[in-house]
């Protein structure tokens, strides 16, 4: 079935420094990619998306990157801060978005 | 003004009990879903609903029967209630364009119900 890869499940960075996400999705037919931030307890809210058409998208200090061939999308956080801590998760959704599957989740740290 | 809103936060309940969660959104979305978020923190899509209709049931037990008496509820009952069962229940909703063009958009969370069974 459908499959959505996340890594790494953890990543602790240094304030100031960029971190990475990475993910790998499964179904050819999957053409939006959300990324959602959840802080502890909370909902998770979108922070960033891209569509099958675009190749990047920047807002601010996030970044995503798509690379539909291989099916790899990526998130990058630039000078990160310590409210950057949170588990992000990304997620790969059909047209419509009726059925979105998401990675398992990253927990970032950023050390002040 | 809250844009999507649970009922209750909070469910504790014993094994074999039969519970509901409701869920309510006033930004006139079309399609609205549950997820469960397990203790590990796996989201997992259960049902996705649009214009009240069901679209995606992903293989939840039959004990778990959503309801939607128009588009801007959708609720979830639990019939006879396992161990299993508890974990964090999102209801979401988004837009959606005609069907013509369709095209997924953003989904805006509820703050979550967290159910436990003893």
């Known amino acids: 079935g459908e499959n959505v890869e996340q890594h790494p499940s953890t990543l602790s960075v240094q304030e100031g420094d960029s971190a990475v996400i990475k993910c790998t999705y499964s179904?050819?037919?999957?053409?939006?990619f959300p990324w959602y931030k959840q802080e502890l307890g909370k909902r998770p809210q979108l922070i960033i998306d891209?569509?099958?058409?675009?190749g990047e998208k920047k807002d601010q200090r996030i970044a995503v990157t798509l690379n539909k061939t291989a099916k790899h999308f990526s998130l990058h956080i630039t000078e990160t801060q310590p409210e950057d801590s949170a588990v992000y998760f990304c997620?790969?959704?059909?047209?419509?978005?009726?059925?979105?599957?998401f990675g398992a989740g990253t927990r970032l740290f950023v050390k002040a | 003004d809250t844009a999507v809103s649970q009922t209750p936060k909070y469910l504790v309940t014993q094994m074999g009990n039969d519970k509901s969660i409701k869920c309510e959104q006033n930004?006139?979305?079309?399609?609205m879903y549950w997820y469960k978020q397990d203790s590990k923190k796996f989201l997992k899509i259960m049902f996705s609903?649009?214009?009240?209709?069901?679209?995606i049931n992903e293989t939840v037990p039959n004990r778990f029967s959503p309801k939607s008496p128009d588009k801007a509820h959708l609720n979830l009952h639990i019939n006879s209630l396992e161990l299993g069962d508890s974990a964090v229940y999102f209801c979401?909703?988004?837009?959606?364009?005609?069907?013509?063009?369709?095209?997924?958009?953003?989904?805006?969370f509820g703050p979550g119900t967290r159910l436990t069974v003893t």
């Open positions: 997620a790969a959704s059909d047209t419509g978005g009726f059925k979105t599957i």
């Open positions: 891209i569509r099958s058409n675009v």
């Open positions: 179904d050819s037919a999957s053409n939006y």
């Open positions: 979401a909703s988004s837009q959606d364009l005609a069907s013509s063009q369709r095209t997924p958009y953003e989904q805006y």
């Open positions: 930004l006139g979305h079309d399609t």
């Open positions: 609903y649009n214009n009240k209709e069901l679209i």
